[in-house]
């Protein structure tokens, strides 16, 4: 494709995206040196090789899936934020939050303010957690609980009413031996192989213990899924791109979008609904980028909205707030490293 044909492609995504409209060959000669005619011979072109698509009988184009990913990937020029854009995105943040999750959830709920789309945020990746500790603890007769502790902070427990009570000796076997084979282990690994290989290690216990050990293995499950929160749902509902139906099905469904974060643990992602087969929400996109925290990734923030988003404004807004949080997070850190030095 010659130079000429990527400006008006370029030139008609920008124009849809702010006007929604058709756009036709008299609005691109203002910004490619061409002739009204020249430029409808080079849209057709370009509708032919999939790019634009032309919705009614002598209307303008439009972009097609193709054009927004050629556009995003290829001709998009971002604008890059301004001081005073710095400091007003610094006040929609809580800079004194008492949390990572309040931290991030302010800056969930500005940029869906910002861009009138759902925001989104996802847990980090399970493959950098370990397993810290794991427990069974007496609450009540025949009521136990399994607690389970991740490298990365995350605490669940799940309750197990079992048909007799166990012994005191039944409790120290299954204590010790989750200690000394769990310990260190990635999360992630705890499955139906090492389920059969504890079976197995359990010997004459395991007719008791099975029980335990199967919700130990759905606690594990639990806590390898993505945590998801969904913000500013309503922009959704009111988007006039969207079919209602589809977007209440996805709301009923919301899980469906921890698929999308599998890679955007690693850097800057754009989805598209055509490229993700059964994505509830049609002619929509999804951006999402990682933060992180030690080192390591520790979560996901995200955009979804229609194809016709303003790329190139709102992916600096998203960008910028990772990276705030990656900052604060990495102050707060040290923070309480210099504090635990002075006791």
């Known amino acids: 494709m010659d130079s000429r044909k990527l400006k008006i492609l370029q030139a008609v995504v920008d124009e849809y995206i702010v006007t929604g409209e058709p756009v036709g060959s008299k609005t691109i000669m203002k910004r490619v040196s061409a002739s009204s005619a020249t430029i409808r011979n080079e849209m057709a072109e370009l509708e032919k090789q999939g790019y634009l698509e032309q919705p009614h009988t002598s209307a303008g184009r439009i972009p097609t899936y193709n054009g927004y990913r050629l556009y995003v990937d290829s001709l998009m020029e971002r604008d890059p934020l301004s001081d005073e854009e710095k400091r007003m995105l610094d006040s929609m943040l809580d800079l004194d939050a008492s949390s990572e999750e309040e931290l991030v959830s ?12 759902a925001s989104v945020v996802a847990s980090s990746a399970p493959k950098f957690s370990l397993i810290a500790k794991v427990e069974v603890i007496p ?3 025949r009521m136990y609980v399994i607690l389970m502790i991740t490298s990365n902070g995350r605490i669940k427990n799940k309750t197990c009413r079992l048909e007799f009570d166990l012994t005191h000796e039944q409790l120290e076997f299954f204590d010790n031996y989750l200690a000394e084979n769990l ?4 999360i992630d690994e705890i499955g139906e192989e090492l389920f059969e290989q504890i079976k197995t290690a359990m010997g004459a216990y395991m007719m008791s213990l099975s029980p335990l050990l199967t919700e130990l293995v759905t606690l594990a499950k ?3 899924a993505k945590d998801i929160m969904l913000r500013g749902e309503k922009n959704l509902l009111t988007c006039k791109d969207f079919d209602q139906t589809e977007i209440i099905d996805f709301l009923d469904n919301r899980r ?20 993700n087969d059964g994505f509830a929400i049609r002619n929509s996109s999804i951006i999402t980028a990682p933060f992180k925290k ?6 996901a923030l995200g955009l979804i909205g229609p194809m016709r988003i303003d790329y190139k404004k709102f992916i600096p807004y998203l960008e910028y707030f990772t990276q705030r949080i990656t900052d604060l997070l990495s102050e707060n850190e040290q923070n309480d490293e210099n504090d635990q030095g002075g006791l």
Do not use: N
Not at 106 to 117: M, V
Not at 183 to 186: C, D, S, Y
Not at 265 to 271: C, G, V
Not at 294 to 299: D, E, R, Y
């Open 106 to 117: 302010s800056a969930s709920l500005a940029l869906s303010q910002l861009t009138s789309c």
């Open 139 to 141: 609450t009540g007769k």
């Open 183 to 186: 310990t260190g282990l990635p």
């Open 222 to 224: 639990e806590m390898t």
């Open 256 to 275: 469906e979008i921890a698929r999308f974060f599998d890679d955007s643990f690693s850097e800057l992602q754009i989805s598209f609904s055509p490229e």
């Open 294 to 299: 030690s080192g390591h990734t520790a979560g």
